[in-house]
């Protein structure tokens, strides 16, 4: 069977709100150390008995949510990656696993970015939120938060990186001008 840490659940179940399928997952994928890319279903599921989820309603809005896509898709999507669960497409965790290149990540996350029909988009003013990238750094790179932080800092002052609004909580994380 699979194990739960104990600590992790704990943490959980402080949160006052129910943690979506989404959600939970983000969560373990940040914080319980796994060999790989993404969260074996049945780890996920010995989660959400362990915090005493609804198991009906949590495996549906699993299976609402879950894509085998290789790359990024609109909306509350959970993506299949080798037979584990993850908030990142395959293409993604194989592109992006063996790098700290934060550009690299940038660039990769934007171009998920869609335009809506007929609108023509400025792709040098566009940028990734600062804790979504450190997030996704944390999860794909398997970096600690604090030494992404670092990294984000470094490159930046290097100039491989651009953050705007600086020193605000929805910093804005783009690639130089070229």
């Known amino acids: 069977m699979t194990s739960v840490d ?5 943490r959980i179940a ?3 709100d129910y943690f979506s399928a989404k959600e939970l997952i983000r969560f373990l994928e940040r914080h319980h150390p796994v060999e790989g890319s993404g969260l074996s279903r049945e780890l996920v599921e010995a989660y ?4 005493d989820y609804d198991r009906e309603r949590f495996e549906t809005s699993l299976e609402d949510r879950l894509t085998d896509s290789r790359s990024w898709r609109p909306g509350e999507r959970l993506y299949d990656v080798d037979g584990a669960v993850s908030i990142y497409p395959a293409s993604w965790h194989e592109r992006l696993a063996d790098t700290t290149d934060l550009a690299a990540f940038v660039d990769v996350m934007l171009e998920s970015v869609r335009a809506p029909e ?4 400025d792709r040098d003013r566009l940028g990734i939120a600062q804790d979504e990238l450190l ?3 944390e999860i794909i790179a398997g970096l600690d938060r604090s030494v992404a932080s670092r990294l984000l800092r470094e490159q930046r002052l290097d100039g491989s990186l651009v953050l705007y609004a600086f020193q605000n909580p929805e910093e804005i994380v783009r690639l130089p001008e070229e």
């Open 6 to 10: 104990p600590d992790l659940v704990e």
């Open 14 to 16: 402080g949160h006052d």
């Open 48 to 51: 959400a008995e362990a915090l």
């Open 118 to 121: 007929g609108v023509e988009i």
């Open 135 to 137: 997030t996704a750094v």
